[in-house]
DNA sequence: AAAATCGGTTCATTATTTGAACCGTTGTTG
DNA sequence: CAACAACGGTTCAAATAATGAACCGATTTT
């Protein structure tokens, strides 16, 4: 892993969640030298990725980020793109939809929307890189990303994390099989407890995954016909989000998806 | 400097006039080996940073930058906060108000206002990294900033961006001192033709200068009424500004405000 | 008051970064 | 159409920059 690559890793560990950290904490979690973290914090605080509490000392995310953002949405607007999808899939499923991005090798919300029509609700922060193991969007990459990624998520440690959550290598193997075989990816509080999920794969330029579509709904409302109704929908809808960012859904897998009707 | 630093400048050059760089392009602008320049990008690129155009080749911000900036303006809303402020004061003064903020040695908008009640209007690209020598607000920073940034800009050479930016360093120098008597600063057509601007520093924190407020006009609206009463309003809105955002204006700089009344 | 923990610093050792030269492809030009 | 230039990308010895154990002073905990 290079100097850079450590230094950004340090910048993925601030969530909403965990907005600002301090020394001692970024040694522990990125468990690297106190030394090291510490200068690489230094320079990504001289150029602006993060700043100082200057009472704590703890450091956050900087103004630099706001910027490059701006660029980015401002010329290639991708959020802005798929956000009418998102929406309207919301809306017409009345479930929290959410289309996350692989980035490296963790996931990242781009968007998602929630249309609040029942009572319980899943809580959804869009601001988390979200684990590859125990999510329905992690295992449609796992299953149609590449075999690295795949070899490198069953190489560590399966992190538990709501009890339920897959942590058996040769389990999640056949999990990601399974996904295969269907086309899309269900997670039964893989992630939440109480909190269902189903995914569906996004193609970009070249035949190549870069995220997914994803639905979650609380357990209490899941039965069969619902499933089944959320899978129809996504399989569209990805399609259209693929179409719209300039890929396409491989044929191999809207056969996949024909065959199952 | 350090790879990170090479590594995060290399961000820095996206701007939205130009949004996606080529290999070559970037070992121009950046002025370091081509072997280095890619091993950089392809590193930001498995971290999400940057994204290729698969056609071109040609690089670009990538999604990681999204998450950061919504984890960063969700926790820590600054943008939010000094938004209020900037509306206000472009509202009352019926101009192209910004304020913009020091990372490092560049500086970077934050947050731009324009209520169009005019025929002409300044054209203001929030996404962009302003000049230190040739804008009003890098004038303040220079001024008030620390005296390391100053020598820097000093000792490289001075861009001249509309015919009419100072490229002398003496007579930057000499502006630089004006600026400190006057505790605002003024800029005359520095970046673009036919805009001037007018500026008034931002502090944070133990009377650090973070940023500035911004006014730009264009000259034909350009009076000594119109200058005065937007000095005013800068003087009065960067002390409350200052105040938000947890800082003060140092006495000093006050007591030269008011003696100017 | 002793011990632990915090952010930050030092310097010899080590490992990573570096850049000149090179490769294959694409598009341009005499 | 052959020669050339410009592009993105790759290689490997040489050199520089990253590294981490130990240390520092200041707080906080015990």
Chains 1, 2 share one sequence.
Not at 42 to 59: A, C, D, M, P
Not at 83 to 98: A, F, I, P, T
Not at 165 to 190: E, H, K, M, S, W
Not at 227 to 245: G, H, P
Request: aromatic share 6%.
């Amino acid at each position: 892993m290079g100097t850079i690559t450590k230094a950004l890793k340090l910048l993925n560990e601030f969530t909403s969640a965990r907005p600002e950290i301090g020394l001692s904490e970024f040694k522990m979690i990125s468990k690297q030298d106190k030394a090291t973290v510490y200068r690489h914090l230094i320079e990504l605080r001289e150029n602006g990725f993060v700043e100082q509490n200057s009472n704590t000392k703890n450091y956050r995310l900087g103004p630099a980020v706001l910027r490059l953002a701006s660029v980015r949405e401002r010329t290639f607007p991708m959020r802005e793109a798929v956000s009418k999808w998102v929406d309207d899939l919301s809306r017409q499923l009345g479930e929290l939809v959410h289309l996350s991005l692989l980035q490296g090798d963790a996931m990242s919300p781009l968007y998602c929307a929630d249309i609040q029509v029942h009572g319980t609700r899943v809580y959804f922060d869009e601001a988390e890189l979200l684990p590859m193991h125990a999510t329905s969007s992690g295992l449609v990459l796992l299953a149609f990303g590449s075999e690295n990624l795949l070899q490198s998520v069953l190489s560590k440690p399966l992190k538990n994390y709501s009890g339920l959550t897959i942590t058996n290598p040769d389990v999640l193997q056949d999990v990601v099989t399974t996904t295969r075989r269907n086309g899309y990816a269900f997670c039964d509080q893989g992630y939440e407890k109480e909190v269902f999920s189903i995914a569906t794969p996004i193609y970009g330029k070249e035949q190549k995954i870069i995220g997914t579509l994803a639905v979650a709904v609380p357990i209490s409302r899941q039965s069969e016909d619902k499933i089944s109704e959320i899978v129809d929908a996504l399989k569209s809808s990805s399609m259209q989000v693929s179409i719209a960012l300039g890929g396409a859904i491989p044929v191999e897998i809207e056969r996949i998806w024909e065959n199952a009707r």
